[in-house]
């Protein structure tokens, strides 16, 4: 190893010793995500339903509110302390203002995924004293960019709901964009949506296909602007899922990006709507009876992902092995048939 990435290795244990937690150490996910619906108002572009266990019917038959409250339940049981429940659009339920109550008097912390474009001033009033956090999908700045995303006219709709949402009493909301190639080219006209609506924070997401496709995605570009919108608002807006660090500089990469934490099971479990249990939104591998969380994340599938088992063997002795933890197996399974191959963005010679 030269001197150079010595003296890299050396600033990172210094100045970043939190890239090297232990993820395969938790004894129980941090959270348990509940897509409580595979209907939506929306037919967005790379929707993680399209690659669920429901993707073939969307309308077909859910969860009834009784199995949700059971799941809740063996959640509070195994001492898991958030449920998040998203969907599809979870506020299409008539029920989910009951399953949040449910939820939030069991002590349970209380997230949500929302598209924000059906979500009433009544159901506001009902769920604002019960919910911590909802994440709004935002991937555009004005009608026409929001319809070519979303296929629907529900861009204002959205703005007026968040408004409404930053009066309520829900302390936290979240903004995501997928870093497409428009989007990206309209970063700035997004993030003035951003400021205008006063959201507490926003993360950019790297596009997940469900297609055997080359990705084509301007790392470079995205990051510049990134650099300068976040000093701008004041806090870092990150890449928030899986990808390679070494997919550009990865000192840059390091300080925008989340990793992999909240990817391909190496925190938490999702629930599909129909019922089966999934190491992530993504990756359709049943690990188990969703009214046991503890013998789901416990399948030798996910020990095998949290122990680093499927890490690309280019991946062995890097800086930021338990970070980035070899970036998306899913994409990597998806494009070579193989959660052990390489991440097509993983760069060799940017490895440390």
Same mark, same amino acid.
């Given at each position: 190893?030269d001197l150079?990435k ?11 010793p939190?890239?090297y937690?232990?993820?395969?150490l938790?004894?129980k996910?941090?959270e348990v995500?509940?897509e409580i619906?595979n209907?939506?108002n929306l037919?967005?572009h790379?929707?993680?339903?399209k690659?669920s266990?429901a993707k073939?019917?969307r309308?077909?038959k ?7 409250k ?7 049981k195994s ?11 979870p506020?299409?339920r008539k ?5 949040i109550n449910y939820?939030?008097n069991?002590?349970l912390t ?12 009544e ?7 019960k919910v911590?956090?909802?994440l709004? =999908? ?5 009608e026409t960019?929001e ?10 709709q959205?703005?007026?709901t968040?408004k409404q ?10 903004a995501?964009t ?6 990206i080219k309209n970063?700035?006209k997004?993030y ?5 609506t006063?959201?507490? =924070? ?7 296909t469900?297609?055997?496709s080359?990705e084509?995605l301007?790392?470079k ?6 650099q ?7 806090k870092?807006?990150?890449i928030?899922?899986?990808i ?9 990469m390091?300080k925008?990006?989340?990793g992999?934490?909240f990817?391909d099971?190496h =925190?938490?479990i ?6 089966y249990t #999934?190491?992530s939104?993504f990756?359709?591998e ?6 046991n969380p ?6 030798e599938f996910?020990k095998?992902?949290?122990n680093?088992?499927?890490?690309p063997r280019e991946?062995e002795?890097c ?5 980035c933890?070899?970036g ?7 494009i070579?048939?193989n959660?052990?191959?390489?991440d097509?963005?993983?760069?060799i #010679?940017?490895?440390?």
């Amino acid at each position: 190893m030269d001197l150079k990435k010595k003296l890299t290795k050396i600033f990172l244990l210094l100045d970043q010793p939190h890239i090297y937690h232990m993820t395969y150490l938790f004894t129980k996910p941090t959270e348990v995500v509940i897509e409580i619906t595979n209907k939506c108002n929306l037919n967005c572009h790379n929707c993680f339903n399209k690659a669920s266990f429901a993707k073939h019917n969307r309308n077909q038959k859910e969860m009834s509110t009784s199995y949700i409250k059971k799941i809740v339940d063996q959640i509070v049981k195994s001492n898991i302390k958030k449920v998040r429940f998203s969907g599809g659009e979870p506020f299409l339920r008539k029920d989910l203002p009951e399953l949040i109550n449910y939820a939030y008097n069991n002590n349970l912390t209380v997230w949500l995924n929302s598209n924000a474009t059906s979500i009433s001033q009544e159901t506001i009033k009902k769920i604002e004293n019960k919910v911590e956090d909802i994440l709004i =999908s935002i991937n555009g700045y004005n009608e026409t960019s929001e319809k070519e995303w979303t296929s629907s006219n529900t861009f204002n709709q959205k703005l007026k709901t968040i408004k409404q949402l930053k009066k309520s009493k829900i302390p936290y909301l979240r903004a995501g964009t997928v870093a497409t190639k428009s989007n990206i080219k309209n970063l700035e006209k997004i993030y003035k949506i951003i400021k205008q609506t006063k959201l507490n =924070s926003w993360e950019i997401y790297r596009p997940i296909t469900i297609k055997k496709s080359r990705e084509n995605l301007n790392l470079k570009l995205l990051l510049q602007k990134l650099q300068k919108l976040s000093t701008d608002f004041g806090k870092i807006i990150p890449i928030a899922n899986a990808i390679p660090l070494s997919a550009e500089n990865p000192l840059i990469m390091n300080k925008f990006c989340v990793g992999s934490k909240f990817d391909d099971g190496h =925190s938490r479990i999702v629930i599909d709507p129909t019922g089966y249990t #999934k190491p992530s939104y993504f990756i359709n591998e049943n690990i188990g009876d969703p009214l046991n969380p503890i013998e789901c994340w416990n399948h030798e599938f996910m020990k095998k992902m949290r122990n680093l088992k499927f890490l690309p063997r280019e991946c062995e002795g890097c800086t930021y092995i338990q970070k980035c933890k070899g970036g998306s197996r899913y994409i990597a399974n998806l494009i070579n048939n193989n959660y052990s191959s390489k991440d097509p963005l993983m760069n060799i #010679k940017n490895l440390i």
